[in-house]
DNA sequence: GATAATGTTCGATC
DNA sequence: AGATCGAACATTAT
């Protein structure tokens, strides 16, 4: 999503911000629309899941798409889709719109010199996607709650998702209810790599499908097909000679997948093996 | 009609 | 303090 709208608006102003939804706007929508107005961006930056852009007066554009936000490039004439909540007008007179079906987006506009904490990046963890094996290692050993919540804690790191989660445990051999604290070091390595490279693949892929995922240019991404273990409960894993069967259970609130038999490190707390 | 969904936050309870 | 769980948020699709 970053590169793609460093791509679209570049060096241009945005002349215009229109808060369809007043409820994406996480503060003050009329800040956020007069802060917005000639500024261009200085910086497309991104942490986690959040983007932000860094404007040329130091100004700060922050955004969320949670489970169901995408952003659009719109045609010239193009009518608005029917779940816009934010839309950008760029100098060039294209439009920019957050779309966004189950209104868990937030946008957060934060005036130059603000004092007041990012509201949407204030406890995230450093970045995933070129995360530090050594800062895996140092947060694993501090904590022993299952590998999968583990993944999913935005503070220790930020951005890896449900997904993303269950791929990378797969690729790892690891049980996702695992005690992080319990991870041999070779096993740290791999963990971490796996969490790189995963990401990578994914961005590689321009992100996963599965309904409602769009790229600025309103194409689906392709990671979906690469998937090995999410969303596939009941059939059979893709390890080669492995015939296990996927399962499905819940870890930390959310639908978890993995195969019983590659996956095995759970120390202890695995199911039985029959 | 019931269920589940790519995410986060908050309150209650251990 | 940490963890854990459920509920909440809101909408769509199956």
Known sequence: MRRDLAELIG????????????????????????GLAGRRVREFGRLGKVLQLALDDGGLLLLHPRMTGRLLALAPAEPLPPHARLVLSLSSGRRVVF????????????????TEPQRLTCRLGPDALDCDTAVVAAAL??????????????????GVGNIYACEILFRCGL???????????????????????????????????LADYRTLQGESGAF??????????????LQEGCGGVIE???????????????????RGRRPATG
Do not use: M, N, W
């Open 11 to 34: 060096r241009r102003r945005f002349v215009a911000a229109e808060v369809v939804d007043l409820k994406v706007v996480a503060g003050d929508p009329a800040a956020l629309v007069g």
């Open 175 to 209: 049980h996702p209810l695992t005690p992080a604290c319990t991870l041999r070091s070779a096993e740290v390595e791999r963990l971490a790599g796996e969490i790189r490279t995963v990401l990578a693949e994914g961005v590689a892929y321009r992100g996963t499908t």
């Open 141 to 158: 050993r501090r904590r022993r709650v299952a590998l999968k919540a583990f993944l999913l804690d935005q503070t220790v790191l930020a």
């Open 224 to 237: 979906q097909q690469r998937l090995q273990v999410y969303g596939r409960a009941g059939e059979a894993c």
């Open 248 to 266: 499905r259970s819940v870890i930390a609130g959310r639908s978890t997948y993995h195969c019983p038999r590659c996956q095995r490190s759970g």
């Open 99 to 114: 779309d966004d079906p189950r209104r868990f987006g937030r946008v957060e506009y934060c005036p130059p010199g603000a």
